[in-house]
């Protein structure tokens, strides 16, 4: 659109098309969230239940393999109490266009601390597999095998913790910011 007056282009917003947008950005965060959450507790049960039932059935005492197991019933046990926490409060958002994008950066936020959370739980579980390996007696090269591929899988995380997570939800942050100064 043409203004006359100040000879210049005078762009108009959608509001139905951005309500939209942003509906399905909210939708889509929780569909993510919800999987990520599911995928976390179902493969550390499996994982850690696996790894304690095994100990368990040869008898094995070393304590670093008891641990890994332990510490992955305990982060599936973690992501099923946040998870929890967040649809308690998934309800408490307002039905308008603001309200929905506060819900979709909510869920960007969570999802950022979550994959945080996982950063964290990833070195852990790392020492502990090194630690396992190397009580074990494993030779050198696996143990070199073990820490490289952790350290691989540690820079991926954080790769895809800042350009994805955190990345989503700044352009979530910024969205809002432009809708605040429009208004």
Known sequence: ?????????????????????????????????????WAMIFSNLLAGGSIIGMNMIRHNTHPYVSALGAVMLAAAVYVLIIRQKRLKNENRFDRTMLGDLDHAINNANYRARLSYSMLIYWILFSLLMLGTAILEGWSVMQVTGIAVFCIVVGLLGRWEHKSWHVANKKRLEALKSKLMEAV
Not at 18 to 32: A, P
């Open 1 to 37: 659109i043409w203004n006359e007056q100040d000879q210049q282009h005078q762009y108009v917003i959608d509001e139905q098309l951005l309500q939209e947008n942003i509906q399905r950005k909210k939708r889509k965060g929780s569909r993510f969230v919800n999987k990520m959450e």
